[in-house]
């Protein structure tokens, strides 16, 4: 029954999919996207369904009084700053070609048919299940979704599973990262007449020029990065530049890392400042790493994963780091994992894509997974 539920509902899936490539979703912006899959979800008997305050989707599945609640999510925005069109969006007999068509529209396709599925065979789970299209996971989206999801649902959350990436592929350590926007300010002037006057533009070169000079701890088992990701401003070719901008992040999957790197950081900010030049740093992203999780709550969870996959595909999984959704979850003492659903390549580029054979296969996979954790 499962497995011709599945195949029965793969042009529902792709319909999705076609559909949430026509609407445009970046960070923060995402409510068109919310509205139809509340819709998609209230067609398909989704009773109690509704749009948070934020424009998380959220549909309680069993949930009321429960302290023991798996949440399940996929994240509704891309990466991409697109407002009207995708006009790479174009599919062939393999394939689907959109920015953000794997990351992480599919995932939202096969999350919204598995609730179908506990709907349509009125499965009640075990503890309940808070099945969640959430907001602004990429870049500077900063989470937001799923930290006005822990938060609502404070202390009543057992287990977090987030749906991002292809199948077989499992996240159980969170990559921190802290985000910055430093904005470097000058007296600037005419390039010939004021030569010598300190440029906002050199500024941050020095800045990015020290970052890249960093050594970035070793320790087995972790890895720490950091990136300069954009640099932005000036006036004109002839003109010492007053105002230039930068964006830059660190990351590390270890918090004694990040600690380091976030003092690294400011000794370098403080380094620039001085009569001449005025520095003003904003933290527009913070990232937490793991915390202290229930590890045989998260074992359940990775090896519950890795049966479903192994049932569906005959393969084994993949355990990896990574900055997900999860990350909040998993800071807060709840055990949490990344899982996917798909097959596809090129994500977080324009000309990512997806299998459309691999969707049957996911959605097995996302319900016996669900199936399996809520028994």
Not at 58 to 73: H, K, Q, R, W, Y
Not at 211 to 237: D, F, H, M, Q, W
Request: negative net charge; glycine residues 8%; charged residues 25%.
């Amino acid at each position: 029954m499962l497995k011709q539920f599945c195949q029965d509902n793969k042009e529902a899936v792709l319909n999705i999919i076609r559909d949430l490539c026509r609407i445009p979703a970046p960070s923060h912006m995402e409510r068109r996207r919310a509205e139809y899959c509340l819709k998609w979800l209230e067609n398909a008997g989704a009773k109690g369904a509704y749009l948070d305050e934020v424009d998380n989707v959220i549909f309680p599945l069993g949930c009321e009084g429960s302290n023991e609640i798996t949440m399940v999510a996929a994240h509704t925005d891309t990466v991409f700053p697109d407002t009207e069109s995708y006009p790479e969006f174009h599919e062939d007999d393999v394939n689907i070609y959109c920015p953000g068509v794997g990351d992480d529209t599919t995932s939202v396709a096969v999350l919204l048919l598995t609730a179908k599925y506990f709907i349509d065979n009125k499965i009640t789970p075990k503890g309940g299940i808070l099945f969640v299209c959430n907001v602004c996971e990429e870049g500077l989206g900063d989470l937001k979704g799923v930290k006005q999801l822990m938060k609502d649902f404070a202390g009543r959350v057992k287990q977090f599973i987030t749906y991002d990436g292809k199948t077989g592929g499992i996240v159980n350590q969170a990559v921190g990262s802290h985000r910055y926007e430093v904005v470097a300010k000058t007296e600037g002037g005419h390039s010939f007449g004021m030569f010598g006057k300190r440029n906002a533009i050199h500024v941050l070169a020095e800045i990015a020029c020290e970052i890249y000079k960093l050594k970035v701890p070793e320790k087995a088992g972790t890895k720490t990065t950091y990136n300069v990701g954009i640099i932005e401003g000036g006036t004109s070719v002839n003109t010492i530049a007053q105002q230039a901008s930068m964006l830059c992040e660190y990351r590390s999957d270890d918090r004694e890392a990040l600690a380091y790197m976030k003092a690294q950081f400011e000794r370098i900010f403080d380094s620039v400042r001085s009569d001449e030049v005025t520095l003003d740093v904003t933290l527009v992203g913070d990232r937490p790493c793991k915390g202290i999780v229930d590890q045989a709550v998260e074992d359940n969870l990775i090896n519950a994963y890795r049966d479903a996959v192994k049932e569906v595909t005959g393969e084994d999984i993949r355990i990896r780091s990574a900055s997900t959704d999860a990350n909040i979850p998993m800071s807060l003492g709840v055990a949490g994992v990344d899982a996917g659903v798909y097959i596809g390549a090129g994500a977080h580029t324009r000309e990512e894509c997806i299998e459309k054979a691999s969707v049957v296969p996911g959605l097995e996979i996302s319900i016996r997974y669900l199936l399996a954790l809520t028994k």
